[in-house]
């Protein structure tokens, strides 16, 4: 039996942000970056509470990739303060953090034989990728490997889709996190897990990149393309939070965390590669997950007259995508050597059998699967 959930509550489009004068309580937990503090829109989420009568307490100490010596001092801060509220604002790292933060404290509480009564959760994004906001998903780094958590209590209450926050994204961000937002949505149509609703929610999340993802990289300054990135963004992480997501997202926390490599740029070089091992058109095997590759192609209005033709041309519009972002060909263009590459291939592939995202592929992957595709990603 298969189930389909959407927790948050949706507030979007530019503005939106205002919502937050509406909330009810009496502090506020805000976890944010130096960056959403430099730009002003942290000092603008306290502003908004404050209009309605709530303290805040600020927690900017989250980085890229956040550990958990991270999660540490933010539950520590968290518990110096007992907010009602917490207001995730910025990146993935930084609703990551939140996610973990929270779901950390109930954890020790309930081994403690302790309540804890979870505060509203607010996430607002500062980028267009991970769709963070919408999702049960957090990535956090241990001892220098990425650990997938999933668990419906850490989903946000509330997600506020404000495109003001995301204007002053650079260009190589726009291009890593909107390749970020592709593959949740392409992972998601294909998964094992993948329903009749979270393909509705994945394909048009892939028109949507596909229509502007490169007009948003070319001018940033743009508002409707990111208006609309930001969307598919958002559409894609409904998805994946319901049907999950499959190898390229394994094999990216792998590769990313070994040779910090940031998360959507990871699973970028990864993606070609991936699509052609699940499609398997060499292979007199099921059809399945060619046709749906297929199917998406002609979605986007290429020529899909076959399940091969489909696959093959899709394929070609991922390539060509890439390379319109300035995605390098291949993992080497990174300056990463060769043989330290090989080196790390063992550990790396037994990190990502062992990943959260690998059980949902469509594809049961085998060690030597799973090296091609790094070898190929090369």
């Not at 995508?321 to 043989?339: A, C, V, Y």
Request: glycine residues 6%.
């Amino acid at each position: 039996m298969k189930t389909f959930v959407i927790k948050p509550k949706i507030y979007f489009n530019e503005g939106s942000m205002e919502f937050l004068k509406e909330i009810k309580g009496s502090c506020a937990f805000i976890v944010s970056d130096s960056i959403m503090e430099k730009l002003g829109y942290l000092q603008k989420t306290i502003d908004y509470l404050n209009e309605t009568g709530i303290k805040s307490t600020i927690f900017t100490e989250v980085r890229p990739d956040p550990d958990v010596k991270v999660i540490a001092a933010g539950m520590k801060r968290y518990l110096e303060t007992q907010a009602d509220t917490i207001v995730a604002l910025g990146g993935g790292s930084v609703i990551d953090a939140a996610k973990g933060i929270i779901y950390s404290l109930w954890q020790f509480r309930k081994a403690a034989g302790e309540e804890f009564k979870k505060p509203l959760f607010i996430a607002i994004p500062s980028t267009s990728g991970t769709g963070s906001e919408v999702t049960n998903f957090s990535v956090i780094t241990a001892e220098g490997e990425k650990v997938c958590i999933v668990d419906e209590w850490m989903a946000p209450d509330i997600a506020i889709l404000d495109s003001t926050c995301i204007q002053h994204v650079p260009q190589p961000v726009v291009a890593d996190t909107g390749i970020d937002a592709l593959v949740h949505a392409i992972e998601a149509y294909v998964s094992t897990e993948a329903t009749i609703c979270t393909d509705a929610l994945a394909e048009k999340a892939v028109q949507l990149i596909f229509e502007n993802l490169k007009t948003l990289y070319n001018d940033t300054n743009n508002s409707c393309a990111r208006e609309r990135i930001q969307k598919a963004s958002c559409l894609a992480g409904m998805a994946f939070t319901n049907a999950s997501l499959g190898i390229n997202h394994s094999l990216a926390h792998a590769l990313g965390a070994t040779f910090h490599i940031s998360h959507g740029r990871s699973n970028a070089l990864l993606l070609s590669a991936v699509i052609e091992y699940n499609a398997n058109l060499n292979s007199n095997d099921s059809r399945y997950v060619a046709e749906k590759y297929a199917k998406l192609a002609a979605a986007m209005q290429l020529p899909a007259r076959t399940y091969r033709e489909g696959t093959i041309n899709f394929m070609q519009a991922v390539k060509d995508l890439k390379k319109s972002l300035g995605i390098p060909k291949g993992i080497r263009e990174l300056g990463i050597d060769k043989s330290k590459f090989e080196n790390e291939l063992d550990k790396m592939v037994d990190l990502a059998l062992h990943d959260r995202c690998t059980p949902t592929n469509p594809r049961k992957p085998s060690r030597e699967d799973l090296i091609g595709i790094y070898q190929k990603s090369f």
